[in-house]
Structure formats: structure tokens, C-alpha cells
Nanobody, 127 residues
Framework: QVQLVESGGGLVQAGGSLRLSCAAS????????MGWFRQAPGKEREFVAV????????YYRDSVKGRFTISKDNAKSTVYLQMSSLKPEDTAVYYC????????????????????WGQGTQVTVSS
């Protein structure tokens, strides 16, 4: 099993920045990739970004490209999401997730491909 713990959420004004962290523990050798999803009230959980553990390959949802950057520290088993130029529509609970295999654009955004999930951290962007 893998445990994921997020941190770094909070309240920020539009145009501001936040950095989320997600630390993995347990059987981390089973992880193929780590990423972020978000869920706003009344909406479905949506893919944000993902990075493959063995290299630096990444995918982003279109609406965050150029504003969000996902990165990782293999030694610390930690993934980061640097969020800049935040907008009110970025307000959501952000969840860290880890996948065990595969890394193709056709399935990378599907929540059910991810085996492990964190508890989530709230990000609120005020206008």
C-alpha cells in the first residue's frame, strides 16, 4: 500500500500563487506516476497534472498549462504542484493520486486508473 499526504492549500487572491506538496510513503516502488486532481463543489473530480516517476514526462489539463507546474523529488517521494496566476475557477479540493502502470494520454486523466489517493487539500481563490 501507498499513503499520500497533501499539504500547502489555503486562501489566496486571484493572480496569486500557491505550492502544493504530496508526500508518499509505504510501498512507493509500486508507483509509476503521481499527479493531481481537483474537485469543486457540485462538480466531478477532474484531472490537473501528472508526472511519471521514472523520468520527467508530464501531462496537464489545457486550462492550467502555462500557469501550473508539476515537479517531483524522487529522493523524498514527493510531488509538487506550483500554481501561479490563480483564478477563482481554480477553487477546489486538490487531491494527490498515484498510478501503478501505463502513462498514455488517452487514459491519463481518468480517475479510476489511479490506485492511491490522498485526503485532499482545499485551495480557495478569491476574486
Amino acid at each position: 500500500q501507498v499513503q499520500l499526504v497533501e499539504s500547502g492549500g489555503g486562501l489566496v487572491q486571484a493572480g496569486g500563487s500557491l505550492r502544493l506538496s504530496c508526500a508518499a510513503s509505504g510501498r512507493t516502488i509500486s508507483m509509476n506516476d503521481m499527479g493531481w486532481f481537483r474537485q469543486a463543489p457540485g462538480k466531478e473530480r477532474e484531472f490537473v497534472a501528472v508526472v511519471r516517476w521514472s523520468d520527467t514526462n508530464t501531462y496537464y489539463r489545457d486550462s492550467v498549462k502555462g500557469r501550473f507546474t508539476i515537479s517531483k523529488d524522487n529522493a523524498k517521494s514527493t510531488v509538487y504542484l506550483q500554481m501561479s496566476s490563480l483564478k477563482p475557477e481554480d477553487t477546489a479540493v486538490y487531491y494527490c493520486a498515484a498510478g501503478r502502470s501505463g502513462f498514455i494520454i488517452q487514459t491519463i486523466s481518468a480517475p479510476d486508473r489511479y490506485a492511491y489517493w490522498g485526503q485532499g487539500t482545499q485551495v480557495t481563490v478569491s476574486s
